[in-house]
């Protein structure tokens, strides 16, 4: 969730820095994986991440938006990290 966001000019470039709060997509998924949501049957709820939080873990990995996959695989890459763990709802491999 964005917080707060400052506009300013450095010389010529105009820098947007936004501020989010995580927070909340950490609880949401604490509060799946405890409830035991998309853990069993055929489909699993891997994780829960925030779509400005794809955006920035995109624009790292320099992929493009709408290189779908990807996308994907930059996912798949950070959830699978131990320093994302907390947005994990599901803890197998995929």
Request: proline letters at 2%; one cysteine or more.
């Amino acid at each position: 969730m964005k917080i707060g966001e400052k506009v300013y000019q450095e010389g010529d470039k105009v820098i947007i820095q936004k501020v989010h709060n995580f927070a909340p997509a950490l609880e949401r998924a604490r509060q799946r994986r405890d409830g035991g949501h998309g853990q069993s049957g055929e489909h699993r709820l891997v994780g829960t991440v925030p779509l400005s939080m794809i955006w920035e873990w995109c624009k790292e990995a320099g992929v493009k938006w709408d290189d779908v996959h990807g996308r994907q695989e930059v996912i798949k890459r950070k959830l699978m990290s131990t320093d994302n763990k907390n947005l994990r709802v599901w803890h197998g491999r995929y």
